[in-house]
């Protein structure tokens, strides 16, 4: 597996359940999952690859995870998790490897349970683009997080899940 093609048994979307967190920048993950899922390559190019919208609260994704690599039977290093990334501006996104959780909850949670970071991380950007007030670039995650996305962002969120699933299937 290379970061160039990498391929996966499981893929993950986190998020929150509720539905009032369904169009939200914190509910990235599950957003590409319904992406995902409307891509035909996944039905003749991918018959052993499982994915799933996690089903609790973004900080107790580690036990969805544990249970999801259990089910499937893959390992760690086979698995993709989908979440927003606040460090990372609006329109990008970052495949990686084996990276600490830079204080994202859901990441340190899957991290503890099941025992490693050795997993890749498809990181969707959530940070506002400039030209942003110095104010604005220096909010905290939680304070923007969970407000719904705008009509402008979803149209950079969808470029973004176009290109990044070029790169994983």
Partial sequence: MNA???KFRLIVGLGNPDSKYANTYHNVGHLFIDYLMTDPKLQTENSNLQIYKSTVFMN????FVKKML???GAKPEQILIVHDDSDIEIGKYKLSFGRGAAGHHGVENIQATIKTKKFWRLRIGIRPQP????KLRRIKAEKFVLKKITGADKKLLE???EKSTTEII
């Fill in 4 to 6: 160039s093609n990498p």
């Fill in 70 to 72: 259990k089910k499937s």
């Fill in 60 to 63: 107790l994704s580690g036990m």
């Fill in 159 to 161: 470029k973004v899940f």
């Fill in 131 to 134: 030209p942003y007030s110095l």
